[in-house]
């Protein structure tokens, strides 16, 4: 019996064996043969959420295919878990396990993007630009402006940029109103601080003369967005809602080709005040003190929030599509001003640049390739891929211009999510972002918020300068005990638990804001010879 367990053993292993070399052994080899004959480069990124509800990896994108077709390479993309982003890629540094490229808001890098390149992490691709990126080059020449943002104060390109084509699509967050409520009560959109009073006042006072409308009630709310952290006072300084009309945010600004800082301003304690009123009257959601992000967007849907700050695309576009059907309605209005006609000192803005893109490593053995690759997407055969996708499917040429098919307008689930089947115009990258993205996957609603937005002039935005490392580790001291003062003492001054400014100027002064003023001022004056 155990001579016969034995042969039967060495059959099952012997089929084994023969099932491998016949199937998967091919397989293997046909695999391996034509990676041999392809060069592979790696490239570090974070899975977009909107990309990854229909892929797993970027390789199975119909974007990156074609790229890997037309340049006759293998793409292996690394995404880190996702909220594991930051811990993946300090990893990266610690270790040196670079990959090929690495794509990256770069100016975040601890010292600067100078010390990545002292580091050795990433090249300076100036030497290569000429040969290699002539798109990328042509369209830097063409564009100052944009060159002057994304190079450092010595000239060094680093990365291939994202960049947003035109101000209307860098602007995406901002006061919202219930328009239907408006109009029930009669009620003119706002422009003055005092409008703003009177509406929210008219609200509370009238709330039961609004359909549908469900208790806690409040005529004003805060929704969070990214690096406010969801604390009031981050996203004044991210929006410059309401501080604006005395002509400041609350954080670094310039003024004239001086750095400012908002709670040193003459009027900081009016803006204060302003909030205090509102919300001792019972105007404010007091949920905006405790970054209850998905209560606050519950209230929205529920009827109970007339006016709020919000997203175009994640709150508005969301609210309006839950509720179609019904006669909920929003309409973002232009930021509010002290007297009318005046116009608007800011809004919410991003640069044409982003601080975002695509470096190449020191680990990186082609650079040349890597560098076509990065370059095709500032072409119009790449400018074309990266936005719309596949021409005659997602998109047509009419009149010379580009627009989306029914296949990307009429998907059940929405065209950003459409399109995110077939490319990356929907998700910040290395390339430049088309302003028709936003005009044909918008509602109405959204289209008109952006346009009203965009009407402030938004000329005191401290511009992306670049620190030394000296000037970074020193920044960075001073203001990670300022921030986390500030913002706690912000909340206790709107919510009136404190009325002592004095006290917080005193106290900010004390933790050397002064000196980290004069450190972007340095910083600043540099950047304006670029």
């Given at each position: 019996m155990r001579k016969k367990r034995l042969a039967l053993k060495c059959v099952v292993s012997l089929v084994t064996v023969?099932?491998?070399?016949?199937?998967?052994?091919?397989?293997?080899?046909?695999?391996?043969?034509?990676?041999?004959?392809?060069?592979?480069?790696?490239?570090?990124c974070n899975l977009s959420g909107r990309i990854g509800a229909h892929y797993q990896n970027y390789a199975q994108l119909p974007l990156y295919q074609i790229i890997m077709k037309k340049f006759n390479?293998?793409?292996?993309?690394?995404?880190?878990?996702?909220?594991?982003?930051?811990?993946?890629?300090?990893?990266?540094?610690?270790?040196?396990?670079?990959?090929?490229?690495?794509?990256?808001?770069?100016?975040?890098?601890?010292?600067?993007?100078?010390?990545?390149?002292?580091?050795?992490?990433?090249?300076?691709?100036?030497?290569?630009?000429?040969?290699?990126?002539?798109?990328?080059?042509?369209?830097?020449?063409?564009?100052?402006?944009?060159?002057?943002?994304?190079?450092?104060?010595?000239?060094?390109?680093?990365?291939?940029?994202?960049?947003?084509?035109?101000?209307?699509?860098?602007?995406?967050?901002?006061?919202?109103i219930r328009k239907d409520w408006l109009k029930k009560l009669n009620l003119q959109?706002?422009?003055?601080?005092?409008?703003?009073?009177?509406?929210?006042?008219?609200?509370?006072?009238?709330?039961?003369?609004?359909?549908?409308?469900?208790?806690?009630?409040?005529p004003f709310s805060i929704l969070a967005y990214g690096s406010n952290n969801g604390n009031p006072r981050r996203t004044?300084?991210?929006?410059?809602?309401?501080?604006?009309?005395?002509?400041?945010?609350?954080?670094?600004?310039?003024?004239?080709?001086?750095?400012?800082?908002?709670?040193?301003?003459?009027?900081?304690?009016?803006?204060?005040a302003l909030l205090q009123k509102w919300w001792k009257e019972g105007l404010i959601d007091p949920d905006i003190v405790t970054t209850n992000n998905s209560g606050i967007e519950a209230k929205v849907l529920n009827n109970q929030i007339a006016s709020f700050l919000g997203l175009i695309g994640g709150n508005m576009g969301t609210f309006l599509s839950n509720k179609k059907g019904t006669d909920f309605d929003l309409v973002g209005v232009p930021y509010p001003v002290?007297?009318?006609?005046?116009?608007?000192?800011?809004?919410?803005?991003?640069?044409?640049?982003?601080?975002?893109?695509?470096?190449?490593?020191?680990?990186?053995?082609?650079?040349?390739?890597?560098?076509?690759?990065?370059?095709?997407?500032?072409?119009?055969?790449?400018?074309?891929?990266?936005?719309f996708g596949i021409l005659n499917k997602t998109y047509v040429i009419k009149d010379g211009k580009p627009y989306y098919t029914d296949l990307i307008l009429k998907d059940p689930l929405g065209p950003v999510s459409a399109i995110s089947k077939y490319t990356r115009s929907q998700v910040d990258g290395p390339f430049i972002g088309a302003k028709e993205f936003a005009e044909q996957t918008r509602l109405p609603q959204q289209v008109e918020a952006a346009e009203n937005y965009a009407k402030s002039k938004n000329d005191k935005w401290l511009p992306p300068v670049s620190l030394t490392k000296e000037e970074a580790q020193k920044l960075s001291n001073i203001m990670n005990t300022i921030d986390t003062y500030y913002d706690e003492a912000f909340s206790k001054l709107i919510t009136g638990k404190s009325n002592n400014i004095e006290g917080l100027?005193?106290?900010?002064?004390?933790?050397?804001?002064e000196e980290a003023i004069k450190i972007y001022q340095t910083a600043y004056n540099r950047y304006i010879k670029r």
């Open positions: 023969c099932f491998f070399l016949l199937t998967i052994l091919p397989n293997l080899i046909s695999v391996n043969a034509a990676s041999s004959s392809k060069p592979t480069l790696t490239y570090w390479v293998n793409l292996k993309f690394i995404h880190p878990p996702v909220g594991g982003e930051s811990e993946q890629f300090n990893l990266l540094i610690a270790t040196r396990q670079l990959p090929d490229m690495i794509e990256y808001s770069w100016e975040g890098y601890p010292g600067g993007v100078q010390k990545a390149i002292e580091d050795k992490i990433i090249i300076r691709l100036n030497p290569y630009l000429d040969r290699y990126a002539p798109n990328l080059k042509k369209f830097l020449d063409s564009r100052p402006d944009i060159k002057k943002m994304m190079t450092t104060d010595d000239g060094t390109v680093y990365n291939f940029p994202f960049i947003r084509s035109d101000k209307t699509i860098c602007i995406f967050y901002g006061p919202m959109t706002p422009e003055t601080i005092d409008d703003w009073y009177k509406m929210l006042v008219t609200f509370k006072n009238r709330k039961n003369e609004l359909p549908g409308v469900k208790t806690p009630f409040y004044f300084d991210y929006c410059g809602f309401l501080c604006g009309a005395w002509g400041f945010k609350t954080d670094f600004y310039v003024e004239n080709g001086k750095v400012k800082f908002g709670a040193l301003h003459p009027n900081f304690k009016d803006f204060v002290l007297k009318k006609g005046q116009t608007p000192e800011f809004s919410q803005m991003d640069f044409l640049y982003k601080k975002y893109g695509m470096a190449i490593t020191t680990a990186c053995k082609n650079i040349p390739l890597a560098m076509k690759i990065l370059d095709w997407a500032y072409s119009k055969e790449g400018y074309m891929a990266y936005n100027v005193k106290t900010l002064k004390k933790m050397r804001i």
